[in-house]
T-cell receptor
Framework: AQSVTQPDIHITVSEGASLELRCNYS??????LFWYVQSPGQGLQLLLK??????LVQGIKGFEAEFKRSQSSFNLRKPSVHWSDAAEYFC????????????FGTGTRLKVLA | DAGITQSPRHKVTETGTPVTLRCHQT?????MYWYRQDPGHGLRLIHY???????DKGEVSDGYSVSRSKTEDFLLTLESATSSQTSVYFC???????????FGPGTRLTVL
């Protein structure tokens, strides 16, 4: 079955520290890959996406993600976290053809310590 | 954002009553989606639409129906609301497969 796993429910980091959020997927073929961020009480905002090509993808707010086909992973990174990055982060996949039904992970809630 | 509005933004209703949530978009996007968000489950797809009058089920479609009679509007109906349908509902739109999926602000539904 197709699925997306975000193994960390909560992560706490200090402001200025580096961040890595994990995402693994199970899919028949390489899907489109996405990371979204959700601030409290808000909708989701796209951080970055991978369709093809360079496996290191740059996004907004200083985030990047690396697609590793051999590990079926698409981990999100940021070299220096800001207090405003505190939010919930969702990884998602979508097929490259056909139904365009997205599958989301269960999310990772990031807390940033001052 | 992609000009997505959801109405109502908040609703409290009683078990057994019908409820309709509306999603309206101004960008003429072809695809529209309804998700529900619950703690520990992330976002789960309820139904989606790939054109006017063209809809398909998602992973949690039981108890929900949808309609899309115009490109800009996608309605989600709970025929007989149950407490398990208490959730935050998000609408999303997508212009095309390699485009960005945009989300609405959400509707918080409480079924007593």
């Amino acid at each position: 079955a197709q699925s997306v796993t975000q193994p960390d429910i909560h992560i706490t980091v200090s402001e200025g520290a580096s961040l890595e959020l994990r995402c693994n997927y199970s899919y028949g073929a390489t899907p489109y890959l996405f990371w979204y961020v959700q601030s409290p009480g808000q909708g989701l905002q796209l951080l970055l996406k991978y369709f093809s090509g360079d496996t290191l993808v740059q996004g907004i707010k200083g985030f990047e993600a690396e697609f590793k086909r051999s590990q079926s992973s698409f981990n999100l990174r940021k070299p220096s976290v800001h207090w405003s990055d505190a939010a919930e982060y969702f990884c998602a996949v979508a097929p490259t053809s056909g139904t365009y039904k997205y599958i989301f992970g269960t999310g990772t809630r990031l807390k940033v310590l001052a | 954002d992609a000009g997505i509005t959801q109405s109502p933004r908040h609703k409290v209703t009683e078990t057994g009553t019908p409820v309709t949530l509306r999603c309206h978009q101004t960008e003429n996007h072809r695809y529209m989606y309804w998700y529900r968000q619950d703690p520990g489950h992330g976002l789960r797809l309820i139904h989606y639409s790939y054109g006017v009058k063209d809809t398909d089920k998602g992973e949690v479609s039981d108890g929900y129906s949808v309609s899309r009679s115009k490109t800009e509007d996608f309605l989600l109906t709970l025929e007989s609301a149950t407490s398990s349908q208490t959730s935050v509902y998000f609408c999303a739109t997508l212009a095309g497969p390699t485009d960005t999926q945009y989300f609405g602000p959400g509707t918080r539904l409480t079924v007593l």
